[in-house]
């Protein structure tokens, strides 16, 4: 047996084992995934967005950029649907409950984003990341069949009450798209 042909058969394994390699550093088939939401308020008037950026260390970035929302704290979650049907009563019940796919407690699940800081102005930017929801495939996905929704309630989410954290009323809502 030549060099040639000792290429030639270990090439394809080589080749196979540096993509399992690869796809293991990753820890995601689908790192680099990405999905917007556009949210909007109770009228239906778009009022901001969310993006979702899977990195490829397997956790997702989450930025939430929003205007027109009364000062102070309040509660943001993910909700199980992506619907987000403005009007309705009570508001944005479409999304449906918490995005809870290993069945968590209040305050430690994975729709729960904790709270968001509102200016005076009614303003209000956040980006963080996290390892509780991906946008692969899998049973922690946002982008399932039904898609997911981020919710952003009128009053501050206490952390404790289930399901909702106390937070009030549903004030705003934005369904992921991938994209």
Request: proline share 6%; glycine share 16%.
């Amino acid at each position: 047996m030549n060099v040639r042909t000792t290429i030639a058969r270990t090439s394809p394994l080589v080749i196979a084992a540096l993509m399992l390699v690869a796809g293991a550093a990753t820890g995601r088939a689908d790192a680099g995934s990405h999905a917007t939401a556009t949210i909007v308020d109770q009228g239906g008037t778009a009022i901001g967005t969310a993006t979702f950026f899977e990195n490829p260390a397997g956790r997702v970035v989450v930025g939430v950029d929003v205007e027109g929302l009364s000062p102070g704290e309040h509660g943001m979650h993910l909700h199980t649907t992506g619907a987000c049907i403005a009007g309705a009563s009570p508001a944005f019940a479409s999304a449906g409950g918490h995005f809870n796919p290993t069945g968590g407690v209040h305050g430690a699940h994975a729709g729960d984003l904790g709270n968001l800081s509102v200016n005076p102005q009614g303003n209000a930017r956040t980006q963080f990341e996290t390892a509780q929801f991906t946008l692969s495939p899998g049973l922690s996905s946002l982008l399932d069949g039904d898609g997911s929704a981020l919710v952003i309630h009128r009053d501050p989410d206490d952390g404790v009450t289930d399901p909702a954290g106390n937070s009030g009323p549903r004030v705003a809502c934005g369904a992921l798209v991938a994209g």
